[in-house]
């Protein structure tokens, strides 16, 4: 049973959420408490799985708590609520809150919200994946050039020119973003012939991402054995990302929803490079399993190394801060269901994505789709319209 304890500095506010998540009293251990001294108190004496806290608090205020919670109790999910969704609180909220959620709390909200961030929690913190992750050699680092990207990005004065001479200032990694831009993939029908171009052509977040993934492919090929394996994989992540965005677009879920699918399509198998390249012999005996066991790629990985590529490469983007729909759509992308989303998100996109792009390599009629998971969300019907879009 989930223990959830919530902070709000209202006394009415308080008995309100107390009336409204009693539905829950059967599923979750509720402890509602009126300030931040309070809900320290109550950690000290024992654990509990998430803090849901108002970020207005009297005193010590919510995002000070949270601050407080991550430094003392790392694994404690912490998720903020407010009733004004200025950007400039949200943003400064998921500096220490894991989601901010807008206000009035329903007993849905909180539930859907608690359930996913928690199975994301366990995903990540697994001990068999810390075991994993603290035995390769070098984990890769978020790359610079994609954080001054995404800071040029936030800026609404800043020009097209600006993001370009940061990308020019790496020569080999601009010629790998022109080359991938002007690949089969974009379907541009003029060469693109610079960095400023290709901002223009397809907008910043898409080259930004670009620029991320060609980054960390380049990074971790160190050994030219490598080649072939690095450059299959940033193919695949790439047909992925434009089907995904494509999957998006179609069910019109919003601009950002865009941006996150692009991003986690091609790096949702970031953990099997991370993982090529650091454990070759490791991966041979996945393949050996699959192929003798007749195992999928998840189940030989969790036989061969206890955990999976998705967990690595969840771990890896959840270390560099990409938001929480990246990343659960990376840890999830082959059993969804294990998400507990129950409606359609960039995980949805991602998933059916990946199984189409292996249909057509393997020659299958849908690859590894759940199709129970999208007839469980509700999209069972739409399968047929993203897969002609392929
Ligand atoms: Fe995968
Ligand atoms: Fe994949």
Not at 69 to 86: D, I, N
Not at 222 to 251: N, P
């Amino acid at each position: 049973m989930k223990r959830i304890l919530l902070v709000d500095g209202d006394p009415a506010a308080l008995r309100l959420l107390q009336q409204e998540l009693a539905v829950l009293r059967e599923a979750c251990d509720l402890s509602f408490v009126a300030g931040a001294a309070e809900a320290l108190a109550l950690l000290e004496q024992s654990t509990y799985d998430v803090v849901l806290t108002d970020i207005h608090l009297g005193g010590m205020g919510g995002l000070e708590l949270l601050a407080e919670v991550k430094r003392r109790y790392p694994q404690v999910v912490r998720l903020a609520y407010s009733g004004c969704a200025h950007q400039d609180l949200v943003v400064r909220g998921l500096a220490v809150a894991h989601q901010v959620l807008p206000k009035p709390l329903s007993a849905e909200l909180v539930w859907g919200t608690v359930s996913r961030a928690c199975a994301l929690r366990d995903q990540l913190g697994s001990a068999a994946l810390l075991t994993l992750v603290s035995g390769l050699h070098r984990l890769p680092s978020l790359p610079s050039v994609y954080e001054e990207l995404v800071t040029v990005a936030r800026d609404d004065s800043s020009t097209i020119d600006q993001a370009a001479r940061i990308i020019v200032k790496d020569a080999g990694l601009a010629a790998h973003l022109l080359h991938i831009v002007n690949s089969v993939f974009f379907n541009l029908r003029r060469t693109v012939v610079s960095p400023a171009h290709a901002v223009a052509l397809l907008g910043l977040e898409t080259v930004s991402a670009l620029v991320l993934s060609a980054s960390v492919h380049q990074t971790l090929q160190t050994a030219e054995s490598d080649r072939a394996t690095v450059a299959s994989l940033q193919r695949h992540g790439l047909a992925v990302a434009q089907s995904a965005r494509q999957f998006v677009s179609m069910e019109e879920v919003g601009r950002l929803a865009l941006d996150q699918a692009f991003t986690a399509g091609l790096l949702h198998d970031l953990g099997r490079l991370v993982l090529e390249t650091q454990m070759p012999a490791e991966c041979r005996a996945v393949r050996q399993l699959m192929e003798g066991e007749r195992l999928t790629d998840v189940e030989a990985e969790r036989v061969v190394l206890h955990a999976t590529h998705a967990q690595v490469g969840g771990y890896v983007l959840a270390l560099w801060g990409l938001g929480a729909a990246v990343v659960e759509a990376v840890v999830f992308h082959h059993e969804p269901r294990s998400a507990h989303r129950r409606e359609f998100s960039v995980l949805t996109a991602v998933h059916v994505a990946d199984g189409c792009a292996q249909a057509e390599r393997s020659g299958m009629e849908s690859g590894k789709v759940d199709h129970e998971y999208l007839a469980e969300i509700g999209f069972a019907d739409r399968f047929a319209q993203w897969k002609a879009a392929v």
